[in-house]
């Protein structure tokens, strides 16, 4: 079956630092890969996707690249702010249903 | 556009009481989802609709009911609670399943079952 493996937390980051949080999965076909954040208090927002082997998703200084060689699309920002503490969550949507496999969520803090 | 609405956001219940989880979507869309979110275990998916009369199972159906008599409506019935179905509840619709497509997601009911 499906499933999305992504780095456990929670992360503890300094404003500014470097933001890396893994995720790799494992399906069948080509699935499209998807980022939600999840703020305090609040409900899914999606952060970016991609569809096909080397696409790379981007918004707000986010990144992550669909790699198929390693099963990966590891979240990446190169200077984190405060407003960027939430829950990560990587997902994918198989090409053949409706149905989203989610990873369980990575806490992220950043602190002034 | 006001595109997936979940009601109510926040919710109390005894245990052995029943709800319904109510959502909404204004965009056509012909997918329809229910997962609940738990710590540590990401979000799973209760039981899911592909169109108007058609329903299925997710992950975790148990204690759950759904029906869709129409397009924009997918309710979730809670028929009696329980304390392990304490936890946050997203609807989530989508035109169409498949590569490149959207998932969107309301805003979240938060239950408490005492």
């Known amino acids: 079956g499906n499933s999305v493996t992504q780095m456990e937390g929670p992360v503890t980051l300094s404003e500014e630092a470097f933001l890396t949080i893994n995720c790799t999965y494992t399906?069948?076909?080509?699935?499209?890969l998807f980022w939600y954040v999840q703020y305090p208090g609040e409900g899914l927002q999606l952060l970016l996707k991609a569809t096909k082997a080397d696409d790379k998703g981007s918004n707000k200084g986010f990144e992550a690249t669909y790699r198929k060689e390693t099963t990966s699309f590891h979240l990446e920002k190169g200077s984190v702010q405060v407003s960027d503490s939430a829950v990560y969550f990587c997902?994918?949507?198989?090409?053949?249903?409706?149905?989203?496999?989610f990873g369980k969520g990575t806490l992220l803090t950043v602190n002034p | 556009n006001a595109g997936v609405t979940q009601t109510p956001k926040f919710q109390v219940l005894k245990t052995g009481q029943s709800m319904t989880l109510q959502c909404a979507q204004d965009m056509n869309h012909e997918y329809m989802s229910w997962y609940r979110q738990d710590p540590g275990m990401g979000l799973r998916l209760i039981h899911y609709?592909?169109?108007?009369?058609?329903?299925d199972q997710g992950e975790v159906p148990n204690g759950y009911n759904v029906s869709r008599s129409t397009t924009e409506d997918f309710p979730l019935r809670l028929l009696s609670a329980a304390p392990s179905q304490t936890s946050v509840y997203f609807c989530a619709s989508s035109y169409r399943g498949g590569s490149g497509n959207t998932i969107y997601f309301g805003e979240g009911s938060w239950l408490t079952v005492v």
């Open positions: 399906a069948t076909g080509y699935p499209s």
């Open positions: 609709s592909v169109g108007a009369g058609i329903t």
């Open positions: 997902a994918l949507l198989p090409g053949s249903n409706y149905k989203l496999t």
